[in-house]
């Protein structure tokens, strides 16, 4: 069945760095590939989402493209923020809603 | 604006007892989801739903039942309450399976003492 793997656990790292969570998907579709968010205490919410044609999404900073060949969907930033600390989830959608097992990133000052 | 709203937003709850959490949504989507959050971890699915009176089972179901007796309502039923099923609850929505956002609620947090 569907599957997607992200980096695990906590990614730590100083404010004005650049950020790259990792996410590898398997499907038998041609799924959108998605990127959520969850501040602390909050609920989780939509940060980007693949576009069909190799447009690069991009929002607050963030940018993340979708390469079937090697089924990746990878977050980056090219920046850290301390406001960026949360917990990302990528998640697949081609004929259910699969979330990863979230990766923690925590910005230093 | 698509919106999921649950209630009760946090509950203490007796060990044994029987539990109730409610959503509503009025994004006129065909599928709720209920998903559970332990501290520091990642979100699990329990139940998910994509008709009027009729649950599937997700990842995690034993333990909870689940009621979805309307488009617009679906419920979690933890019937007999246990300290592990403390923890935070989400409820979402989505037009369909694929390919499309999912929006979450505020979350309920659940005490079991």
């Known amino acids: 069945g569907d599957s997607v793997t992200q980096t695990e656990g906590l990614v730590t790292l100083t404010e004005g760095l650049p950020v790259m969570l990792n996410c590898t998907y398997q499907?038998?579709?041609?799924?959108?590939l998605f990127w959520y968010v969850q501040h602390l205490n909050e609920a989780p919410k939509l940060l980007l989402k693949?576009?069909?044609?190799?447009k690069r999404p991009e929002h607050q900073g963030f940018h993340a493209t979708l390469h079937k060949s090697s089924s990746s969907f990878h977050l980056q930033k090219s920046s850290a923020q301390l406001s960026d600390s949360a917990l990302y989830y990528c998640?697949?959608?081609?004929?259910?809603?699969?979330f990863g097992k979230g990766t923690h990133l925590h910005v230093l000052p | 604006e698509a919106a999921v709203t649950q209630s009760p937003r946090s509950k203490v709850a007796v060990t044994g007892g029987k539990v109730t959490l409610s959503c509503h949504q009025t994004?006129?989507?065909?599928?709720m989801y209920w998903y559970r959050q332990d501290t520091g971890h990642g979100l699990r699915l329990i139940h998910y739903?994509?008709?009027?009176?009729?649950?599937e089972k997700g990842d995690i179901p034993d333990g909870y039942k689940a009621s979805r007796p309307s488009q617009e309502n679906f419920s979690l039923i933890l019937e007999l309450a246990s300290l592990s099923q403390t923890a935070v609850y989400f409820c979402?929505?989505?037009?369909?399976?694929?390919?499309?956002?999912?929006?979450f609620g505020k979350g309920t947090r659940l005490t079991v003492v």
């Open positions: 979402a929505s989505s037009r369909d399976s694929a390919n499309t956002e999912v929006f």
């Open positions: 499907s038998t579709y041609s799924p959108f």
């Open positions: 693949s576009f069909t044609d190799n």
């Open positions: 998640v697949t959608n081609a004929y259910k809603v699969i």
């Open positions: 994004n006129n989507h065909d599928y």
């Open positions: 739903s994509y008709v009027a009176d009729s649950t």
